[in-house]
């Protein structure tokens, strides 16, 4: 594929993240814009990009691929921009914001016969933002969906997909309203459970004091995406609001439901309900099944001391076992061990469990 000019508008973590994996694994040439001159500057400086432009405008007019990296709002004014611009060649533009319905309503109202729009998310993340947090590897495995209008052909989407596998996505396609049904439920739903989780725990704190240094283990698990940006979320939210309504009036509904099980002490009917959420879960790591990697993990208990980690670390090495993960647990829930082991394979598990057995250590695999 001959060397194309795409122009990434936005670089934050999102933007910042895409334009380093396609420096790093291609030859295409990579403009940057953005309105904050110290993210230019840091861009430029750092080689995420090879050229800063402060003018979308001019930018624009130079690039064969537009990848507008912005809040919701601010990619629809984008788009809209773009719309008066003189082209004189056929332009690819794409955005990544997590919702499509809005942005592609706003694509489809343009006039200008050389643009050629194909809706992008990229799925995943981090709760840091910003350059500084961009990493080319932020969306390796990670599903990349595409939502192309009429307007943009098989070989526009070929083309786009070429310079973004670089960032090593996985690429579905998907129409805008499945795609904004699915993603609530999935992440931005949570996302609002996250936040009000947090807010009862705040609320709780004023009754338990000590209550934030027991607020580790499952409770940061499942509330770090409350720690994600305020004003980016309150835009996601603000543009896929139908939705977000109907999931919480189903919420409240289930909530009601599990209230009133654990109200007449049903037990029978709470194991059903929790281990009918374990199994789905569960599945989830299942080959095609899901997007949650399927990892396997040892709990190995270990001494709070100096080079404990390195060695089981090195024990790991010698027998030829790869560990995907090492996770510190802070507070342990259920569990004997103070330290998390993933492997990619059940066969690794096994034998890491009994390589680290044979030296001594505490562990268990928990099913």
Do not use: C
């Not at 056929?90 to 955005?95: L, Q, T």
């Not at 980016?232 to 509904?253: C, G, R, T, V």
């Amino acid at each position: 594929m001959e060397k194309q000019q795409v122009l990434i508008a936005g670089l934050g973590l999102i933007g910042g993240s895409i334009a380093k994996a396609i420096k790093k694994e291609s030859e295409h040439y990579i403009i940057g814009f953005d309105i904050s001159e110290s993210t230019l500057h840091f861009a430029l400086n750092h080689g995420i990009i090879d050229e800063a432009s402060p003018n979308f405008d001019k930018a624009a007019l130079k690039a064969d691929i537009i990848i507008i990296s912005a809040p919701i709002s601010e990619t629809i004014q984008l788009i809209s921009q773009l719309d008066s611009l003189p082209f004189t060649k056929e332009v690819i533009v794409s955005d990544t914001a997590s919702v499509k319905g809005s942005v592609l309503i706003a694509a489809n109202d343009l006039t200008n016969k050389s643009i050629r729009f194909i809706g992008g998310h990229p799925m995943a993340g981090s709760h840091k933002k910003g350059i500084e947090a961009a990493k080319a590897h932020l969306f390796e495995n990670a599903i990349y969906v595409l939502s192309p209008l009429d307007n943009a052909t098989e070989e526009n989407v070929a083309t786009l997909r070429e310079v973004l596998s670089a960032t090593k996505s996985n690429f579905v396609v998907l129409q805008s309203d499945e795609h904004d049904e699915m993603t609530g439920v999935i992440s931005h739903f949570p996302h609002l459970i996250a936040s009000s989780l947090v807010h009862q725990a705040r609320k709780w704190e004023k009754k338990h004091a000590f209550l934030p240094k027991l607020a580790a283990g499952g409770f940061r698990d499942i509330t770090r995406i409350a720690s994600s940006n305020p004003v980016m979320w309150q835009d996601i939210f603000y543009h896929n609001q139908s939705k977000m309504s109907a999931m919480l009036a189903d919420w409240i509904i289930e909530m009601e439901y599990l209230k009133k099980l654990l109200e007449d002490n049903e037990r029978e009917e709470v194991i059903t309900y929790l281990n009918s959420a374990k199994n789905y879960r569960d599945g989830l790591n299942e080959g095609e099944r899901g997007a949650i990697p399927a990892f396997y993990d040892v709990y190995v208990d270990i001494p709070d001391q100096p080079g404990a980690i390195a060695e089981v670390a090195l024990i790991l090495a010698n027998a030829s076992l790869s560990i995907k993960n090492i996770e510190i647990l802070e507070v342990r829930e259920g569990i004997t061990g103070a330290l998390r082991l993933s492997f990619y394979t059940k066969e690794a598990q096994v034998a890491g469990q009994k390589v680290l057995k044979q030296r001594g250590f505490e562990t268990m695999i928990q099913s």
